[in-house]
């Protein structure tokens, strides 16, 4: 919700108009394809294992397939 909100300011201010439902749901829309191209998932998924403490074979060999995962399934 913060992000919408902060959305329609900047948008308003730059556009001069009202912001719209749409305007939002295409601005949803690009950021995905964005986050998705260029997403640091290999860190990530480092700073979720870290806390198991897990060897750091069994780490590396983990890593690329929960990215892999991720990928396929869209997130």
């Not at 300011?9 to 305007?23: A, Q, T």
Request: net charge positive; with cysteine.
């Amino acid at each position: 919700e913060d992000v919408k909100i902060a959305f329609e300011s900047v948008f308003e201010v730059l556009n001069d108009i009202e912001c719209k439902e749409e305007d939002f749901l295409a601005y949803k829309k690009n950021l995905r394809k964005f986050a998705k191209k260029y997403y640091p998932y290999n860190m990530a998924i480092k700073m979720l294992l870290k806390p198991y403490q897990l060897n750091a074979l069994l780490q590396k060999g983990l890593v690329p397939v929960v990215e892999k995962g991720l990928r396929i399934l869209g997130i």
